[in-house]
């Protein structure tokens, strides 16, 4: 049988006919254990078919046939070509006005104006796809909220608490059920004084979303900023139906009853908190000194050692040494 069970069935027999003593002091036995459970090719192409084309026109231009007036022109590029002699006698049989209109070849603006219309799909075929891309998702009021929140604590981080808390409201103005927003802008304006706004926000919060234990306890803690230890234990006993099990829930309020001197209550609170943190040395810590109150002397050394053994910050560690002590003499 570990130290700590002894400890606590100790506790038990102690207790057991005390009726001061609530009987949720039993539940200390097996709480406390010593283990530790725990995301462009159609340009070169066309240019290409616009010298082909070119060349294809240019040919048919000279092998353009000669008006009916004067079949015998068919052959006039061979002569003019090969002998020049011949000129003089076809312009015989021929008008001499429709000479330069036969020999004439088209203009080389002509086969490029042929080709350019093929080219201007081009662009259409790069452009079609622009509309369906360049629309944007439309972002719906949570999302905002989140982007107005991430913005504030990039803001608090370089000091412009000012800012942030702006930031802040307007992404509960978009969005009144975005948490982290509301817990944010409630522990800047605790750190900035404004303990009254504080509070009011948290309220409106738990109006809104009743199951959130972190709203009772920040606002058991703006509370306590302002000295109203009563209303801070209020506070976290009208959390008490949703909280079930928490340990981080437990174990606050026992400590706010325990500040009250309420001993028999803090320790119900501690061991309902050990249950889910068996190794947490701060309620260890917290329960030898609710135990030692009650005079459990025993019960409470085995807690400060339990404590020390787990680790605790250099000043509670020499407190609890210190206690430790006082019980051992």
Not at 82 to 106: H, I, M, R, T
Not at 128 to 142: D, H, I, N, W, Y
Not at 219 to 247: C, F, H, R, W, Y
Not at 305 to 324: C, H, K, N, T, V
């Amino acid at each position: 049988m570990s130290l700590v069970n002894q400890m606590l069935k100790d506790i038990d027999k102690r207790h057991a006919a005390s009726s001061a003593t609530p009987a949720s002091h039993k539940d200390l036995q097996g709480v406390i254990r010593s283990a530790f459970p725990w995301h462009t090719l159609l340009l070169g192409g066309g240019l290409v078919a616009a010298l082909v084309m070119a060349g294809v026109v240019v040919f048919k231009g000279k092998r353009e046939p000669v008006p009916v007036s004067a079949p015998v022109a068919v052959q006039l590029p061979i002569v003019v070509a090969s002998a020049p002699v011949q000129v003089a006698s076809l312009a015989a049989v021929s008008k001499p006005a429709e000479q330069p209109k036969l020999v004439e070849p088209p203009k080389p603006e002509e086969p490029i104006k042929a080709v350019v219309p093929a080219l201007k799909p081009t662009p259409t075929l790069i452009e079609k796809p622009a509309p369906s891309g360049s629309v944007s998702r439309v972002l719906t009021a949570e999302q905002r909220a989140e982007n107005l929140y991430l913005d504030a604590v990039e803001r608090i981080r370089q000091g412009q608490n000012s800012d942030a808390q702006g930031a802040l409201r307007r992404a509960l103005s978009e969005y009144p059920l975005h948490h982290a927003s509301r817990q944010l802008l409630a522990r800047s304006l605790l750190e900035t004084g404004q303990v009254d706004s504080a509070k009011t926000m948290l309220r409106d919060g738990l109006t809104l979303a009743p199951q959130r234990l972190d709203f009772y306890m920040a606002l058991a803690q703006a509370s306590l900023v302002g000295n109203d230890l009563e209303a801070a234990i209020k506070t976290m006993e009208s959390g008490l139906p949703v909280a079930s099990d928490n340990a981080e829930f437990h174990a606050l309020l026992a400590n706010l009853l325990q500040r009250n001197s309420r001993h028999d209550e803090a320790i119900q609170h501690f061991v309902t908190s050990l249950r889910k943190q068996p190794d947490s040395a701060n309620v260890l810590l917290g329960l030898g000194i609710s135990l030692q109150e009650k005079k459990d002397k025993a019960s409470a050394a085995e807690a400060y050692q339990r404590a020390i053994e787990l680790g605790l910050s250099p000043s509670l560690m020499q407190f609890a040494q210190d206690r430790l002590r006082q019980l051992n003499r």
